[in-house]
């Protein structure tokens, strides 16, 4: 090979890994790192993203350097020179691959099983999923239950995730990582969070009309905050203000208040309009019109209310999909936060029916 031949081939190669790199580094393709999996998962990434750069400005630059050094002319209608097989060359395209291929999968290997392992206290979350949201439970802490997923930075956290109805995924883009939720089966995913902050949690599999809003926040706190919340859970006090659940009434009664939690943290509002609630879901009946909801139905407002909560399909909205309400809310409330719920529900709609 003429020293010419290694200089283009070489100078073309540099050309297309510059443009391939160029692509790969200059736009954002990731999103912040918040927990230590995801750290590792974007090293795997580059790894492969480094090795297909290098492929790539390989081929590309020998395709390149044929086209243009090996064109025959416009007239040539020969049969091009017959190559029975090059024993180097083949040995050299298998082994290359062999060896790549297999340096991806040990690589992968390792960081499936670092980011599986759980520390020595692990945080246990039981996570349920339903049609159209996620409630989240610290077994740890009586039981406490939260619509929004809370997790002290640096912790080793364990989410061991159940489905109520249909396959759901939970996916926090910021932690790098998903997991189906099955019905029948309990799927784990093991999370480090290492940035404070408020993430995005949101569904990824496609499970029904409400699947676009089923969707709520993760949360990472400093643990002495986070353990702070806890305690003030378990006292069955007022969740503390944040970004997505803050109260909007200050002179809600303590029943008001307690029917407010429980709309949150049973997901109401992935698919109500409450504007007591600030919820903005559209999949379910406008929760603001109550009022006129039980005239068509013919009932008393209260009763109407709690018919709707425990027998969802006794009558139908005209205009909304049958069968699409979870009917077992009866069972999963306790009586007196089904009270509470029925109460705030009436009294938030007969103020706004009063506007
Ligand atoms: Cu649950 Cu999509």
Known sequence: MRRGSIVALLGLALIAGGVAAAVALVPTWL????????????????FVVVICILIFALVAAVLAYAVMRFRVDDDDFEDGPPIHGHTGLEITWTVIPFVLVTSIAIVSAIVLARNDAQAQDTL????T??????????????????????????????????SLDVIHSVFVPQFSQKEDVVPGLVTQLHITPT????????????????HSLMRTEAIVMEPSAFDAWLRQQ??????????STTSTSTSSSSSSAAGLAAFKSYGCSGCHTLTAAKATGTTGPDLDKL???????????????????VD????????YPK?????????????????????????????????
Request: proline share 9%.
């Open 195 to 210: 940035r404070l902050g408020t993430f995005p949690l949101e569904c990824t599999e496609l499970c029904g009309l409400g």
């Open 234 to 243: 378990e006292k069955g006090a007022a969740p503390p203000p944040s970004t």
């Open 31 to 46: 999103p912040e790192t918040a927990s230590r999996e995801a750290g590792r998962i974007h090293f795997v990434i580059w």
């Open 291 to 309: 009022v006129s909801y039980a005239k068509q139905a013919k009932q008393p407002l209260t009763a109407f209310v709690h018919e709707s909560i």
């Open 129 to 162: 999923a339903q049609q159209f949201a996620f409630t989240f439970n610290y077994p740890d802490a009586k039981n406490v239950v939260s619509p929004v997923l809370r997790l002290p930075k640096g912790r080793s956290v364990e989410l061991y995730m159940r």
């Open 124 to 127: 246990r979350v039981n996570v």
């Open 323 to 355: 069968g699409v309400m979870p009917q077992d809310f009866g069972q999963r409330l306790t009586k007196s936060q089904l009270d509470a719920l029925v109460t705030f529900l009436v009294q938030s709609a007969q103020k706004t029916g009063n506007k």
């Open 312 to 319: 969802p399909d006794a009558y139908i909205q005209p205009g």
